[in-house]
């Protein structure tokens, strides 16, 4: 015991004299949640939209101004022909092509079916299909006015009778923000770096000077060597989540929902795998700049694109969707979710917490024992 | 008393055998020289003994415990000091002594007291709040040799302890194995300055991992040159040398700095009638040459390594 403090109290005195560790761990988190918090925004605030209103009739501009009116539709451009219309989606200026063809109004007056032709740049499926999802919305509206219309026209009272309208509510992330979805899983990404890649540079370091060869020597146990080297980055771990947290709260207005305290507990149990992993790298490299690529594109990159942080899981393909079942991180960014977001607590999240913590033990001893092995 | 018993040891790394079976002793509170050129297998050796390298087969006691079955005991006893400076650059002198003395066990009035003589042997009094990154090479291998020693272990591993240092700080280095040795701690040494082997009580010359020579710096002198040496004074070594390797009397010559060691075939007295035709016949060859000195002296144990060394190629 004595001597594993002596070895936290080393750690940490190298650590407040390494400028740049201190800028990993405290500065470093506040500015990536900040810049995700503003970047990560898939959130489609208004579509750029060009014109070819070949009518030029009043039912024409009545559904223009609809668009306009909903506040999603931004119309940049009216062209005077079909070509300037193609040019304005080629060159990236719009998002979104509405043309009207000059039978519009005739059509609807004469209680035929009217078309219209609408042209989206799918380069970007998402935004794409969200502004499609906009404009049936728009076009539903418009429909069922003309047909209400006609009914009262034919003497017929409005009716809504046989339509079925959707009373939808958002539980949760109720303004529908990524940013509310994205930053909680921050706090994996951040805890990822600090135990992952900052725990295996420490220990390679000590290999790269010569230390390590030179605590070999001494009488210190392996043990004692695993659990002096991984204390700190807990520690450092814990501070940079309170970071994290301090400033979804105050600077985004994210609160968290659930338990802090089960948060900090799942966290602790989310670090055992990764603090197993970093022991693992530091196991199988020679140098830091080893460590440092292995973390990085062997550990990091996979986590981060198979734990549904970047990508949804659901929309994977099947085989892949199997593969990320070995990430932990996709356990941990369910949990944090959950508990930022919906508030839930250990009875709704304790067969993620128990996947977490499984998965940590057996890491962390299958590095303990390789790491013990590299050492004999 | 046996302080070190080597069984047997060998190591391989893949196909290469970096240590070949070897056998030797060290007794309690002799300084040690283990001897050999660079890759002869002198750090494979010190580490098995000190337990950071596993042996492929044979085993060592050191201070009684076999480094195979009881590797946690041996290094209970032990200091070692590695040819790589391995204190913590980004801690104080201090913080490094507080640090290593702790997990040695060392606390309170006895970790203080060892800290001062620790600090005093590397002359850096009043100055434990330094960073040690910032230390001149000198001052890092004497601080390096009093945090492995500070604990008072029966036997203390040096692994090349002066590499890189002035003439000057080697000296006081060779002062503090003195000191150390002379509180009853085995020192086990090596190096490849034959000069500082002639500081040690005994000596153990290893090459490509085979032991080919061991005994005090007297012996191996009596026992490896049974012949007279010769010192040519020229200023053409190189040119002499080859006059004189050929010749019927000559058994190995060495450039030593502005001077050549010739190793004579035989044995010859002082003054007798042979040496001086030798020296004769010396002083025409070159004479054209150069304007030699030759005396006859003791031969150095850098003679006796060359010479063994060449007669096994």
Known sequence: ?376 | MKSIEVKNLTKKFGDFISVNDISFDVYKGEIFGFLGANGAGKSTTIKMLCGILEPTSGDALVSGFSIDKDPENVKKNIGYMSQKFSLYGDLTVNENLNFFGGIYGLEGSILEKRKDWALNISGLENKGNILTSTLSVGFKQRLALGAAVMHEPKIVFLDEPTGGVDPVSRRKFWDLIHEISDKGMTVFVTTHYLDEAEFCNRIILINAGKLIASGSPAELKEEFIESTVLEIICDDTIAVTELLSDEDYSQNVSVFGNSIHLILKKKYSENSEELDIIKRSISEKTGKQDKVKINTILPSLEDVFLNLLERRE
């Open chain 1, 1 to 376: 015991m004595k001597i594993i403090r002596l070895f936290i109290n080393k750690e940490f005195r190298q650590f407040l004299r390494d400028p740049k560790m201190f800028v990993i761990v405290l500065i470093a988190p506040i500015v990536q949640l900040v810049f995700l918090g503003y970047a990560a925004n898939r959130d489609l605030n208004y579509v750029n939209t060009a014109v070819y209103d070949m009518d030029k009739s009043g039912k024409s501009r009545e559904l223009l101004r609809d668009m306009e009116g909903s506040g999603f539709f931004k119309f940049n451009d009216f062209t005077a022909n079909y070509d300037d219309l193609e040019k304005a989606l080629d060159d990236g200026r719009v998002l979104c092509g509405i043309v009207i063809p000059d039978d519009f109004e005739k059509n609807i007056m004469n209680r035929r079916t009217a078309d219209i032709q609408i042209i989206f740049d799918g380069s970007d499926g998402n935004k794409a299909s969200i502004a499609s999802g906009y404009i049936l919305n728009i076009l539903n509206n418009f429909s069922s006015e003309i047909t209400a219309e006609i009914q009262e026209r034919s003497g017929l009272k409005r009716s809504l009778a046989g339509m079925i309208i959707p009373e939808t509510r958002v539980w949760y992330n109720p303004n529908l923000t990524t940013r509310n979805f994205m930053l909680p899983s921050i706090v994996g990404l951040i805890l990822i770096i600090i135990t992952i890649n900052m725990t295996s540079l420490a220990i390679v370091k000590e290999r790269e000077v010569g230390t390590l060869e030179q605590l070999i020597v001494t009488p210190i146990r392996p043990y004692q060597m695993i659990v002096g080297k991984l204390v700190p980055f807990t520690i450092l771990g814990f501070v940079s989540i309170i970071l994290v947290l301090s400033v979804m709260r105050f600077w985004f207005g994210i609160e968290v929902k659930g338990s802090v305290t089960f948060l900090f507990v799942c966290s602790f149990v989310f670090m055992l795998s990764t603090l197993g992993l970093g022991l693992f790298v530091s196991t199988i490299s020679r140098t830091q700049q080893q460590a440092m690529i292995t973390s990085a594109f062997l550990v990091i990159m996979p986590m981060i694109f198979l734990s549904g942080f970047a990508f949804p899981i659901d929309s994977m393909p099947e085989a892949i969707q199997y593969l990320t079942y070995l990430i932990p991180l996709k356990y941990f960014i369910t949990i944090i979710r959950g508990i930022v977001l919906k508030g839930l607590g250990f009875s709704e999240l304790w067969k993620d917490l128990l996947t977490l913590f499984l998965m940590g033990a057996a890491i962390l001893t299958v590095s303990s024992l390789r790491f013990r092995k590299k050492l004999e």
